[in-house]
C-alpha cells in the first residue's frame, strides 16, 4: 500500500490486492480492515473498480483510535493488511433522467468520489439529467480534493460552516445550502454520507419536503 496525507488529519491509502484475487464492487461500497490485534474498521472505497487492482481509502485521525494510531503513526508502505468485503448498499440505483445530488461531510466525499468515476463509464442512455455535490467542512483546507472543480459532468458547491472573512463560497451546513437551491425535489435523487448530525437533518428536511 501507499499512503499520502492530505490534510493533517486525512490520510489516503492506497491498498494493492493479490494479483489473484479481483474484488468485484458497486461504487460507493465500503470493506473492513483488519489489523494485527483483530481490530475491525469500516471504510468507503474512493475509486470506481479498474483493472489495476487498488482500492483507495480516506481516512480520517480519530483521537485515541487504535485504528489511527497505526495509520498516523506506526503504518509503512507494502503493510500487510486484512480485509474484508465488499460490503454495503449504498450504492447508485434509479438515476436515469433524474437530478442526482450528493450531501457530503469530511471524508464522507470518499465514496462520492467513486460514484463519480463509475458514471463515468455509463452509457449515454443510462445517466442522470444533472449531478450537484454539496461537500461541507468546518475549514476550506479541510475540503482536501481539487478534481470537483472545473469538472463539466458536475456542478461542485463546497459548503464551510466555519468560514474565515476571505471565504467567498456557501456557509453553513451542506444539507441547508442544498435545501435553498433545490426547491424543486420531485425528480431529485439524494446520497448523502458524512456525520450522523448531517444525515439525521437531510432525512427531517427532505422527509418534511
Known amino acids: 500500500s501507499t499512503l499520502r496525507h492530505m490534510t493533517p488529519d486525512v490520510i489516503k491509502v492506497i491498498l494493492r490486492l493479490p494479483p489473484n484475487i479481483k474484488l468485484g464492487f458497486y461504487p460507493g461500497q ?16 474512493a475509486n470506481a473498480p479498474k483493472d489495476d487492482n ?7 485521525r480519530v483521537s485515541g483510535g487504535s485504528f489511527s494510531n497505526y495509520w498516523f503513526g506506526d503504518a509503512k508502505e507494502n503493510d500487510l493488511l486484512r480485509l474484508k468485503g465488499p460490503l454495503g448498499t449504498f450504492f447508485l440505483r434509479d ?12 471524508t464522507g466525499i470518499s465514496p462520492v468520489k467513486a460514484m463519480l468515476d463509475g458514471l463515468k ?4 442512455k443510462a445517466k442522470p439529467k444533472s449531478v450537484t455535490i454539496y461537500w461541507g467542512a468546518r ?13 463539466p459532468s458536475c456542478q ?3 459548503v464551510v460552516s466555519r468560514p474565515p472573512t476571505t471565504w467567498v463560497g456557501s456557509s453553513g451546513y451542506v444539507q441547508d445550502v442544498f435545501m435553498a437551491d433545490f426547491p424543486d425535489l420531485s425528480q431529485t435523487v439524494v446520497y448523502a454520507c458524512g456525520s450522523d448530525l448531517m444525515i439525521k437533518s437531510a432525512q427531517t428536511l427532505l422527509g418534511a419536503a
Not at 465500503?30 to 472505497?45: A, F, K, P
Not at 487498488?54 to 480520517?60: A, G, R, S, V, W
Not at 475549514?139 to 469538472?151: A, I, Q, R, T, V
Open 30 to 45: 465500503y470493506v473492513d480492515l483488519i489489523s494485527r490485534d483483530g481490530v475491525t474498521r469500516s471504510y468507503s472505497i
Open 54 to 60: 487498488l482500492i483507495e481509502l480516506h481516512i480520517k
Open 95 to 106: 438515476i436515469y433522467g433524474k437530478d442526482v445530488v450528493f450531501l457530503a461531510t469530511g
Open 121 to 124: 463509464s455509463l452509457p449515454e
Open 139 to 151: 475549514k476550506p483546507e479541510d475540503l482536501y480534493l481539487d478534481e470537483f472543480h472545473d469538472n
Open 156 to 158: 461542485y458547491v463546497p
